[in-house]
């Protein structure tokens, strides 16, 4: 069973942030929080990663508070592009990812 | 981001047949692929998990002998729906990972079609 709890659809305006939230209140130490996307009839595409820190890359950055139980992957200007199903997953590193139900986000104009 | 190309991305075929799908990693050695179906408008599944020159780890549920899988160098892993049945219709997506301490790169995924 995924160990998340995720929106299941959220709405966007186009050029605007969009903050997605993830609940991963049973996450253990050694377990990292990994983003991905799905767009319609395609393979997952990773987004970012981390375990503890704050991270930010070209895509998003993503904000896990300090309890670790809760993260916000946070698109800071959506396009129409980033209109998919977001999955937040938690998994250690050597293990397999177990995809939940994810949150379908709508960028609108 | 690192490469994972699948191949064919369509394909029909008769009930009764096997079809063979395979996911190369491009750019990396995979040590380690996974493969997952996806029913439309639902989430990935995990189907199995394997490790170059070992058998695959099998989920619970998941028949291994009609889904075998071959992961026999590390950028090659194969999947093979053995004795299709128009239930196995899905799409299915492969992913592969470098190490323990990289992130999983996914295919684009295969669209089968069984009738």
């Known amino acids: 069973d995924a160990k998340t709890t995720q929106p299941p659809s959220m709405d966007c305006a186009e050029g605007r942030a969009a903050n997605l939230p993830c609940n991963h209140s049973t996450i253990s130490g050694n377990e990292y929080v990994y983003w991905y996307r799905q767009i319609h009839s395609q393979g997952p595409q990773y987004i970012i990663h981390?375990?503890?820190n704050n991270e930010t890359n070209e895509m998003a950055s993503l904000i896990i508070t300090e309890d670790r139980k809760s993260s916000t992957l946070i698109l800071p200007h959506a396009t129409l592009r980033d209109t998919a199903v977001y999955y937040c997953?938690?998994?250690?590193?050597?293990?397999?990812?177990?995809f939940g139900t994810g949150t379908r986000l709508q960028v609108f104009p | 981001g690192a490469v994972v190309s699948q191949h064919p991305s369509r394909v029909i075929c008769k009930s009764g047949t096997s079809v063979k799908i395979e996911c190369r990693s491009l750019d990396f050695q995979a040590t380690t692929m996974f493969w997952y179906r996806q029913f439309p408008k639902k989430s990935l599944m995990l189907m199995a998990t394997?490790?170059?020159?070992?058998?695959?780890?099998?989920e619970q549920g998941v028949e291994k002998d009609k889904f075998l899988i071959n992961h026999a160098s590390l950028t090659l892993s194969t999947l093979t729906v053995t004795s299709a049945h128009p239930e196995d219709s899905s799409f299915y997506i492969c992913s592969a990972k470098e190490g323990a301490d990289t992130e999983a790169f996914f295919g684009q995924g295969t669209r089968l079609t069984v009738v």
């Open positions: 394997s490790n170059e020159g070992s058998k695959a780890t099998y």
């Open positions: 981390g375990l503890k």
């Open positions: 997953i938690v998994s250690d590193n050597t293990d397999k990812l177990i």
